[in-house]
């Protein structure tokens, strides 16, 4: 079913200053940022350098709006990590999959993620509390800056 670990999302208050500090501490960078208005985020996905194209990259998610899922977690938990993502080459057949093993599944058709790609999530409820996401990526991974 999965494919890869496309990304570990890590949910913040302030984007640019959690870009700094992965930046300034650890040495990872930026490949990518957007914002998702129907997601409530300003998002950037980061790697370390020399990573390959296509592995497992951090997600930086901020909210954009107090009522967005991330705002919510943050309100809750404070910043930290948030959901982990799986890779599939077909998201509808992972959804189906994986419905038909009793998991609840949070949208009834796939929504849009990072760079164009379709994505879906598992409640954490029924995936050891964790918040797990689906992505299946965009035809095109070349231009994902
Ligand atoms: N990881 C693990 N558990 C989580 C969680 C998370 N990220 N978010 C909520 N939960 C837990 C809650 O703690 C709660 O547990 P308890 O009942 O034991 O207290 C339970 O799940 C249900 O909580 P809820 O109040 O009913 O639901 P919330 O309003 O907190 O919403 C969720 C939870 C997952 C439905 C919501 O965060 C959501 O819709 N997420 C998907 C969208 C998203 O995360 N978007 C931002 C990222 C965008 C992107 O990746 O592109």
Known sequence: LVTAIDHVGIAVADLDAAIAFQRDTFGLEVTHSEVNEEQG??????????DLSGATQIQLLAPLRTDSAIAKFLDRNGPGLQQLAFRVTDVEAAMAALRAKGLRLLYEEPRRGTAGSRINFVHPKDAGGVLVELVEPAESTEDQN
């Open 41 to 50: 985020v300003r998002e950037a996905m980061l790697r370390a350098p020399g």
